[in-house]
Structure formats: structure tokens, C-alpha cells
């Protein structure tokens, strides 16, 4: 059965997934990255729209959480494939992502 709870549902979760708005962009990238760590949620989706960086949208796949913090990440532009690892085993196409 789901819990109620906020808490219990993160830790239950083996993939998260958030899409940045400029609101949230920064909620997204750091203080989100590092509670889901800290929970061990194994997969991490970013679909960063707003990234400073690029100046255009990008992905990052965050995984293997280890002390509070992700071990691994890959990062594409938007335009390209990301693969989720088992158990989904899903390639997505970024390629119809708006820009």
C-alpha cells in the first residue's frame, strides 16, 4: 500500500523525475539532488530547460547514490537519446523536447 507520506514515498521510489521551469530550475538542480541522494532514489531524471551553462536544455540521468551524494551522471543535449537502466531499459528521444 502508498504511504501518506511524503518521506516513505521518496524512499519507495526508484526514479524521479523533474522538469525545470524557471521557478524551480534551482530547487531542481540542487537542493532536490541532493535530498533524493540523501533518500538513495536510484535514478535521478533532470530535464533541465533552463540550464545557465548551455544556454539551452539539456538531461541528466543522476545515479548510484552513495553518502548523500551521486556517484554518476550523463549528461545529453536536448536533440539526443538517454537510456534509463534496468529495470526500465528505456531509451528516450529528447529530439521532440521544446528548446
Known sequence: ???SDPE???KDA???VE???KSTAQKDRKPKL???AHTEVPLYLLVDRWDP???KGEVTLFSAPE???YTRSLRVPFGEGIELPSPFGLLIDTGA???
Open 14 to 16: 526508484i526514479l524521479v
Open 67 to 69: 553518502g548523500g551524494r
Open 8 to 10: 516513505q514515498l521518496i
Open 1 to 3: 500500500m502508498l504511504s
Open 34 to 36: 541532493w535530498g533524493y
Open 97 to 99: 523536447f521544446p528548446v
Open 19 to 21: 522538469v525545470t521551469s
Open 53 to 55: 551553462e548551455s544556454a
